[in-house]
């Protein structure tokens, strides 16, 4: 994403001549931003897109590679599938030294069913996943399982790589960077295209095949550009939303409006807690219930009955809660609905229905999951790919842009910068709501503030070593 051209070779004072519109004021501030933000920030968002792409095939790729714990082999069915109870105990026989806390009931035909436990040995924030064939009891495998979303080893390497590239809360840093910048690289980017003289409206969406060089570049840099940025900006609002810093903010925001994503309440005495007690996402401390239980095939059928149906987790009581059974679909429209349920008579003790919840969680909701793949499936996981190749070839072309740039004679072996004093030009009035706009921003999600500072303070002491050196070498 670099450096925008002047539309048909007229330089920049030339195309303010063309027209004195407040755009045209506005366009060389608009347009040093875009240049050193792509310049600077497009490594973080190139890492970002090539990691992001292989986690959305990640989802078809564990089906293969996990396919013999995925799978139970077609005809094992004899006197139909086992009770619950039966495959718990399956997996406890194949490992003694795991304690339960949570089922996910096989999906349909030829799949197995998960068992979720607390064992030696698990990496930190998982939970030991046995594969148990719902026919016939046959363990099918073990696994690591991460959070609530069941990701196996896999998807969860190329999670973390994504998300901080395995240096924890340091590396955070760096895809929250991304995706603070991505937005306003993206529409910089947009309102530079659509501000371009041109000689057809087909130039807008299609690149220009006939053109040469650096012209030719920007053809493609901006087309595709233009087809991506929708996208573009989604993924990085909905990314922001599980950021560290600015996720905080959105997340306090969200509270104040009334959109906290609520939850149902699996306490024995009547409290508000116990939504998501240990066992569910695993890697906690799951004290067994101690008193009567009906079983967690009982449970299961008074799940049924409220409702509940279709792909599920069921998190086994633990002391001081009942039966946790949720519906897990998240492909539109979501199934997402979930009860609680008395381990010692099988009544529902809660129940939440996901059309109950505050329309700005449905919104955080569909958001993530979008950005995760799951909203609409397989398509969904393409779109995310495709989306994340075409970040890559814009910012391929944007930096070879930076290269065709450079001078053929001179020192500089690189694109020249837009020259300073950009924002000279802007009026006064719209320069102060645009500085009143940035701090908010800049508060609102701190690493791009952090960094707009940055950039400004060394741009300044370049500024500076420049005229300094221009006054000796007058002298």
């Known amino acids: 994403m670099a450096?925008?051209?002047?539309?048909?070779?007229?330089?920049e004072t030339e195309q303010e001549a063309v027209t004195g519109s407040l755009w045209s004021k506005l366009r060389p501030l608009v347009l040093r931003i875009h240049f050193y933000a792509g310049l600077l920030i497009a490594p973080l968002l190139?890492?970002?897109?090539?990691?992001?792409m292989l986690y959305a095939l990640s989802f078809q790729a564990e089906k293969l590679v996990y396919r013999q714990e995925l799978t139970a082999p077609a005809g094992d069915r004899y006197e139909g599938p086992l009770s619950l109870a039966d495959q718990i105990a399956a997996?406890?026989?194949?490992?003694?030294?795991g304690t339960?806390?949570?089922?996910?009931?096989?999906?349909?035909?030829g799949t197995t069913t998960r068992v979720l436990m607390d064992a030696p040995g698990t990496p930190e924030g998982s939970s030991l996943a046995v594969f148990v064939n719902p026919n016939t009891g046959e363990i099918r495998g073990e696994l690591p399982s991460y959070g609530s979303s069941g990701a196996l080893p896999l998807r969860t390497w190329l999670d973390e790589l994504h998300r901080d590239l395995f240096l924890g809360d340091l590396g955070r840093n760096y895809s929250e960077l991304a995706a603070s910048w991505l937005w306003v690289v993206a529409l910089g980017g947009l309102a530079l295209w659509l501000g371009r003289r041109r000689a057809s409206r087909r130039a807008l969406f299609v690149p220009d095949r006939g053109a040469k060089g650096r012209r030719r570049t920007l053809s493609w840099h901006g087309a595709v550009g233009l087809w991506a940025v929708a996208g573009l900006v989604v993924l990085s609002a909905t990314g922001l939303t599980w950021s560290r810093y600015a996720g905080e903010n959105i997340g306090a925001v969200q509270d104040q409006l009334g959109g906290a994503t609520p939850s149902v309440s699996?306490?024995?005495d009547g409290s508000s807690g116990g939504g998501d007690h240990a066992g569910h996402g695993g890697g906690g401390d799951h004290a067994a219930h101690q008193g009567p239980d009906v079983g967690i095939d009982r449970a299961l059928q008074t799940a049924r009955a409220a409702g509940i149906d279709g792909k599920m987790s069921i998190t086994l009581p633990s002391e001081g809660t009942g039966y946790l059974i949720k519906e897990t679909d998240a492909t539109f429209p979501v199934h997402l609905d979930s009860v609680a349920v008395n381990p010692a008579?099988?009544?529902?003790?809660?129940?939440?229905?996901f059309s109950d919840h505050p329309l700005l969680a449905k919104l955080t909701r569909f958001g993530i999951d979008a950005h995760m793949g799951v909203l609409f499936g397989l398509v969904n996981q393409l779109v995310l790919a495709a989306l994340a190749l075409a970040l890559i070839l814009v910012i391929f072309w944007g930096y070879r842009m930076w290269w065709q740039r450079r001078p053929t004679k001179g020192r500089s072996p690189v694109g020249r910068p837009v020259p300073r004093g950009a924002w000279r030009k802007v009026p006064p009035l719209a320069l102060l709501v645009l500085a009143a706009a940035v701090v908010v921003i800049g508060w609102f999600v701190p690493?791009?503030?952090?960094?707009?500072?940055a950039f400004l303070a060394v741009d300044v002491a370049l500024g500076a070593v420049t005229r300094i050196r221009a006054r000796r070498a007058a002298v």
């Open 3 to 11: 450096i925008d051209a002047p539309a048909h070779g007229r330089t």
């Open 46 to 52: 190139l890492i970002a897109a090539v990691s992001g």
């Open 91 to 97: 997996a406890r026989n194949a490992r003694p030294d």
């Open 100 to 109: 339960v806390t949570a089922v996910w009931p096989a999906t349909g035909e």
């Open 266 to 268: 699996a306490s024995l």
């Open 345 to 353: 008579d099988g009544k529902v003790l809660d129940e939440l229905r």
């Open 447 to 453: 690493l791009l503030g952090i960094s707009l500072l």
